[in-house]
């Protein structure tokens, strides 16, 4: 069924588990997601990012994940992550995505706060659900690299003020994590999660999950995290298997659909235990 985000979050935060999001670039990334969460009764949110764009368009994306979602078994938010335009912010909106991250948090503070205010606004009246970043989550390589991450850190008082003047249902926080591959542990502030937590009392986020340990999943959840993006495993895994089905002699791609999903089902099935959201559906 589809639902906006709230509806998977706030039951999230108030039985203290996760739930992932999963980026879905083609429709056999979207199997792998929605599958496994019907298969464990977990809700699930599922999207596409503004940089994933080039990969499929935001139509074509909308073209398969609105109606898988609304015909699935289990609660399942369509979320837009990292918007960086307001155009391709209301184009997902028109288009049937049931949550908005529009991203500002290059912006300086007080620009932030005015663009997402207006987001919320606009997003609250269609039924759908805002989430927005403070402090800023970086990349671990290329030109999004920040050499000081801890300079970007979200300030928990800000925090508060900007949740309470922006309206926002989920705020994505910058806590020592990154996107993409980790090249070195990260260490996570949980301090900071509990503290962000405690003040805003609203569903966090958790970007750059992908590379995380086990432990630091579960450190993360117990602190007051909600919301734990996935991309680059489940990337790597349906890569990993159409090799595997190469080596195994499959000739076509065709054949090579079944390796694709097997190999990123796993990671889904790993991630949806770890988070705790396993038979979580209402």
């Known amino acids: ?34 599958e496994t969460a019907e298969e464990m009764n977990s809700p699930v949110i599922i999207g596409t990012a503004e940089v994933l764009l080039p990969a499929m368009e935001l139509e074509r994306v909308s073209e398969y994940l ?14 837009y992550d990292h918007g960086l335009t307001f155009d391709r912010c209301m184009e997902a909106l028109r288009l049937g995505f049931t949550s908005i991250m529009y991203d500002c948090s290059t912006l300086s503070y007080e620009e932030n706060l005015e663009q997402v205010t207006e987001m919320v606004k606009i997003c ?7 989430e927005g970043e403070l402090g800023h989550v970086g990349d671990n390589e290329g030109e999004g690299k920040l050499l000081n991450p801890s300079d970007y850190y979200t300030d928990p008082a800000m925090a508060k003020d900007f949740v309470e003047k922006t309206g926002i249902d989920a705020l994505a926080v910058a806590v020592g994590n990154a996107h993409g ?40 959840v117990k602190r007051g995290i909600c919301k734990v993006n ?10 990993a298997g159409i090799e595997k089905g190469i080596a195994e002699g499959a000739k076509s791609m ?10 990123m089902k796993a990671v889904v099935e790993e991630k949806i235990r770890l988070f ?7």
């Open 254 to 263: 065709f054949a090579l659909i079944p390796y694709e999903i097997e190999a």
């Open 124 to 130: 609250h009246s269609m039924g759908a659900t805002v």
């Open 66 to 79: 609105i109606p898988m979602a609304k015909k699935a078994k289990v609660p399942v938010c369509v979320h």
């Open 1 to 34: 069924m589809l639902v906006n985000m709230n509806e998977i979050l706030l039951p999230a935060k108030e039985e203290k588990y996760g739930v992932g999001f999963f980026n879905a670039v083609n429709v056999e990334m979207a199997r792998a997601i929605i």
């Open 181 to 220: 591959d980790y090249k070195f542990p990260p260490k996570l502030d949980f301090d900071r999660i509990s503290e962000i937590s405690d003040i805003t009392n609203i569903p966090l986020v958790l970007h750059g999950g992908s590379g995380l340990s086990d432990s630091d999943f579960e450190e993360a």
């Open 276 to 282: 705790g959201s396993e038979g979580k559906a209402k």
């Open 230 to 239: 996935i991309f680059t495993d489940i990337d790597k895994a349906g890569k």
